[in-house]
């Protein structure tokens, strides 16, 4: 690693002799200036300013200004000895790092540089990182050469200039989270935060205070005040995924979001004002549930504003020989695999199935099969799908049980799921294949609203 330069801004020579000195010693490279403008010719290369603030001709905090400008992510730390430090919070306000009051001591002037370096190469890690983001969810990293998928992208990159709100639906799998990174990513938002909100993860009694936050004492065990999924994406972007199971009560609150972009916090009165995109996502037939009146109509149409519907993969087979080769590629690296390539054998058998799963069981085939190979090529006979069946069929061609209606069979497959479940009715709907709204639906239907893991027998 390349020492660090250090620009050294002082029009009295001894001390900038003596700083000189002591920085020298401590392994940096020093360039040092007497005046403001002599330091701006030397700045291109510094990597931290240590600049008086009383200078001949342009002062420090001139100096500064020009730095910040030209570049915002040196850090500036300013000197001064003139008895109070209305100055130095003035240097500090226009975007200095710390200040020195003189006289100071050496080893002061040490932990302060050292600090200043420090939290430069954090911010420097954190632009790079942002910056990898970028060119990963960039529509050129993204698989998908079938024409549905370009259809997907040219939408993508339409909408991400402006802030409408962006619906994307697709099967378990298809790679709806990647579209709403590449519309966040080509957006003027892509140096802002991205926060991904599961609404099928978060219990429905917990809802409420991770989307908005809550107050110190709002409920048990808020000892503390903490502030929502939306507030942390404030001025970025939100992207909520699986909308279809949010309950009724958040919807409204949701609603309010889109439409006013306010909400409170729980257990305050304080409205509070945010400008956050919103990309949501849904699995589900949201139609269907606002037929079944589980999901509100005026909510959907607001989050409808740009719909999107990414192809399942069994309809876009031409995707399967670039996907194949992009994740034997990504995973033999990740996993330190030998295997160098995959033949047109083993990509024929992965054109052939059916991929319930979509792009994201190819995924997890492929890396299976990257693990169980034991040679340089992945072949035909490496290839290791899932063929376990996914439904029974019923004995003799019956469909329902003996002497049992469809109802009364709909309702034991739901206290089966209920009693599996321990009660939780977000599990069970899971294990129904249904969204927790749709299966709250039905349990209103049956009169079934009460039912615990005691109940069921």
Request: hydrophobic share 40%; glycine share 6%; charged share 30%.
């Amino acid at each position: 690693m390349s020492k660090h330069r250090i620009l050294v801004v002082e029009d009295e020579d001894k001390l900038r002799r003596v700083v000189e000195l002591q920085l020298q010693s401590a392994g940096f490279e020093v360039d040092q200036a007497a005046s403001a403008e002599d330091a701006l010719k030397l700045s291109d290369h510094a990597d931290l300013v240590l600049t008086d603030l009383r200078l001949p001709g342009m002062d420090g905090l001139e100096l500064l200004a020009v730095l910040r400008r030209q570049n915002s992510r040196t850090p500036v730390v300013v000197m001064t000895a003139f008895g109070t430090v209305e100055g130095a919070v003035e240097a500090m306000k226009a975007g200095a790092f710390d200040f020195l009051m003189k006289p100071f001591s050496l080893d002061h002037l040490m932990a302060v540089i050292q600090k200043a370096l420090e939290v430069r190469a954090l911010r420097d890690e954190n632009i790079s990182l942002r910056e990898e983001l970028g060119r990963r969810y960039t529509i050129d990293n993204i698989i998908g050469r079938s024409n549905a998928m370009q259809e997907v992208f040219a939408t993508v990159m339409r909408v991400a200039p402006t802030r409408a709100t962006v619906l994307i639906a697709g099967e378990s799998g298809v790679g709806k989270d990647l579209i709403a990174r590449a519309i966040h990513y080509h957006s003027p938002r892509r140096d802002r935060p991205f926060v991904k909100i599961n609404c099928s993860a978060l219990p429905e009694n917990l809802m409420e205070s991770e989307l908005f936050g809550f107050e110190k004492g709002a409920f048990t065990g808020a000892v503390a005040a903490k502030p929502g999924k939306f507030e942390q994406a404030d001025t970025g972007t939100a992207f909520l995924d699986e909308i279809g199971d949010v309950p009724a009560s958040v919807q409204v609150k949701l609603l309010r979001v889109l439409q006013e972009r306010e909400f409170e916090r729980l257990g305050s009165n304080k409205t509070r004002h945010i400008d956050v995109r919103i990309v949501a996502a849904t699995n589900q037939d949201l139609r269907a549930a606002l037929e079944q009146g589980t999901f509100r109509e005026d909510l959907y149409y607001r989050l409808n504003v740009v719909p999107m519907n990414i192809p399942p993969l069994r309809e876009r087979k031409e995707d399967i020989p670039f996907l194949a080769e992009h994740f034997v590629r990504k995973l033999t690296r990740d996993a330190g695999s030998r295997v160098e390539s995959i033949t047109e054998a083993a990509v024929r058998k992965l054109m052939e199935y059916h991929w319930p799963g979509n792009v994201r069981e190819l995924e997890n085939v492929i890396e299976r099969s990257l693990v169980l190979c034991t040679g340089t090529r992945l072949d035909a006979g490496d290839i290791k799908l899932d063929t376990t069946p996914r439904t029974v069929a019923p004995p003799s061609g019956q469909l329902l049980p003996e002497g049992m209606t469809l109802d009364e069979h709909e309702q034991s497959i739901i206290r089966e799921a209920l009693r599996r479940s321990g009660g939780n009715k977000s599990q069970a709907a899971r294990l129904l294949g249904l969204t927790r709204n749709a299966l709250r639906y039905r349990l209103s239907q049956m009169g079934l609203e009460s039912l615990d893991a005691s109940s069921q027998g």
